[in-house]
């Protein structure tokens, strides 16, 4: 079966009800990161912190994964799909994905600050501060702030440098090292980008850009696929 990765960024969610970050109302137009995303942050007001990504995943009960998340998982009837993702959200999990990678953590899991290998998954939405883990020590949500370390970049570069077809849907590429990937990808492997802002990227070749929302151009793109 043909290698095929699927690099996804917050505009895949974005049907879905998920706002963005660098959209107009995106989550960067009401928050500066530096006050909610960072070890710093955490330092100096972890309740700010943990109420960011506390109604963030409260948010996930309240949607449900889009057409653009139900076609990815149509191409597994093909291809050995697998799915990098930069969003902290389940979505692509509960559409049916079955091969997914987070690059940026997940809402769902809060890990321990004495041990970051002592990762839990929460059932409810709401983590608070006094909640320890088995060490005794806060819980803090399990995402990859900003200045701190991908640490699944190493396994991403691994996978999509085997890429035998990769499409790109909803980033603005403008994040590394997750936007940086594509710079793996051997220039004849066909590439797409589906976003309703999609570019060429400079000095990556065989890519199409489908100026389409994620919800209408990857359904297309999924049928084309299947049907070739
Ligand atoms: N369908 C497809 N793409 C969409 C849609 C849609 N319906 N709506 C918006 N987009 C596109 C926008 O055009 C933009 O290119 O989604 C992209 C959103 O860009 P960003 O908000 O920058 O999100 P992303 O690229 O995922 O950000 C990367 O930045 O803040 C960090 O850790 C955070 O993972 C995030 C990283």
Known sequence: MKKLIVLTGAGMSAESGVKTFRDDDGLWQNHRFEDVASPIAWKNDPELVMEFYNQRRKQLFEVEPNPGHRALVLLEKKFDVRIITQNVDNLHERA??????????????????????????MDQWEL???????????????IVWFGEAVDMIGPAVEIVSKADIVIVIGTSMVV?????LINYVSDDVPKFYVDPKAFQVSGISNLKVIRKKAGVGVPELVDRLLSE
Do not use: F, W
């Open 176 to 180: 590394y090292p997750a936007a940086g």
């Open 128 to 142: 608070k501060m006094g909640d320890k883990c088995e060490k005794g020590s806060q819980l803090r949500p399990h």
């Open 96 to 121: 049916g994905s079955s091969n997914v990678l987070h690059l940026h953590g997940e809402l769902k899991k809060v890990r321990s600050t004495i041990n970051p290998n002592l990762v839990y998954t």
